[in-house]
């Protein structure tokens, strides 16, 4: 018995790389059979009418943390669950990212490697977005987040850290190259690994066959992390202790001439009552400045959005970063492309997510209005599909 087909038909369509007018895209199942302004509606297919409607890949988010419940104090409430309760929570959060169109996030830090059981989880339940799963990220004794499982200092306790994740079955290796904000003793602008330790981990990784991405905030350990060969690099903030540094020539020359992806951490939900942190608000220009000088040296850029670390982070905030994409320089084209298929890539999912193409996984979103000319149209969400099942 085949799957029932499933035609939807709308104003626009962009499949994760251009934007086309009047087209259909038909489901079957879980795949995307065919989609574009010349697909006929075959006979016994089920019709979905979308007038005014913009049909898009279901959004990708490159850095999420699901463990993290966007409150005040997420620390503090992932410290108060046991295991049941963080699942249940992860859960939950990863449902309400699907609801805002977000049908695949990576999960790059939790406790117990509690994101690897929900990502089996989402296999058989549509109301999960795909997870792409790292487990407990890898962090000096007591350095930022050790909260979330044991450090490791040096080459060889970095390798057998690598080993045991990979034994575990993530899909991919964090590591903490720098201190953050969320740790009490942690600096982001100070780094927490040498070079030669980068070195020892990207080297443990590759051999078994897994990425690697480094938070990185300080200037020094961007710089580390690049020399090292990470694939990606995360926040990549270049954060002082008072303020933010110029992209020094010859890092932003590794940025554009690597094969890294750099996961900028836009994104902002509003809330009332609650505004980005001061010591944020105020590097925030600063950093848009130095993201522009990214991109327009032609560096590869996606967002993560580190969603779940407070409230202006909510699962499925990723919808706000397209107005700072297109700030720094994106067009409207590039910022779309870059929170679908180019995100979707990243992951290492460049063959099933991200687009809206024969073959791939039928995870789309429907919108009102075309959100090429107006941003707000993300907002407006009339349907979201996981892997052909609608879900909102």
């Known amino acids: 018995m085949t799957d029932q087909l499933t035609a939807l038909r709308a104003s626009w369509l962009f499949d994760g790389t251009a934007l086309s007018a009047d087209p259909t895209v038909l489901v079957e199942g879980d795949r995307i059979v065919a989609a574009g302004p010349d697909v006929p509606v075959p006979d016994g297919a089920t019709l979905v009418d979308l007038p005014g409607a913009t049909i898009l890949p279901g959004l990708v988010d490159c850095h999420v943390h699901l463990a993290f419940d966007s409150s005040m104090d997420p620390v503090a409430r992932l410290a108060e669950r046991d295991d049941a309760a963080l699942f249940a929570a992860m859960a939950e959060a990863a449902r309400q990212a699907v609801r805002g169109g977000v049908t695949t996030v990576r999960d790059l830090g939790d406790r117990g490697y509690a994101s690897l059981g929900l990502r089996d989880a989402a296999a058989t339940d549509p109301s999960l977005p795909h997870i792409v799963a790292a487990g407990p990220p890898l962090t000096t004794p007591g350095g930022h987040c050790h909260f979330l499982g044991e450090g490791a200092a040096g080459v060889e306790a970095l390798r057998l850290a690598i080993k045991e994740r990979a034994d575990r079955g993530v899909d991919v290796i964090k590591i903490m190259s720098s201190g953050g904000n969320m740790t009490p003793g942690s600096r982001p602008e100070v780094p927490q690994y040498g070079l030669d330790e980068l070195r020892a981990a990207v080297d443990e990784a590759h051999r078994l066959g897994l990425p690697i991405t480094a938070h990185a905030h300080s200037t020094q350990a961007i710089a580390d992390a690049l020399a090292a060969g990470v694939d990606g690099l995360e926040h990549v903030s270049f954060m002082t202790a008072d303020g933010v540094d110029e992209i020094p020539a010859g890092v932003l020359d590794a940025m554009a001439r690597q094969p890294v992806t750099l996961s900028l951490t836009f994104g902002f939900a509003h809330r009332p009552g609650v505004e980005l942190p001061p010591a944020m608000a105020s590097r925030l220009p600063a950093m848009l400045a130095n993201a522009r000088r990214m991109h327009a040296a032609g560096a590869n850029i996606v ?48 063959d099933r997510k991200g687009r809206l193409a024969r073959g791939y996984d039928a995870d789309v979103l429907v919108v009102d209005g075309n959100p090429l000319d107006d941003p707000g149209a993300l907002d407006r969400i009339r349907a979201v599909y996981v892997r052909g099942v609608r879900m909102v």
């Open 303 to 350: 967002v993560g959005t580190d969603a779940g670390i407070s409230p202006i982070k909510p699962p499925d905030v990723l919808r706000a970063s397209v107005p700072q994409l297109r700030e720094i320089g994106l067009s409207p084209t590039e910022a779309l492309h870059a929170i679908t298929a180019r995100a979707a890539a990243t992951c290492g999912l460049a």
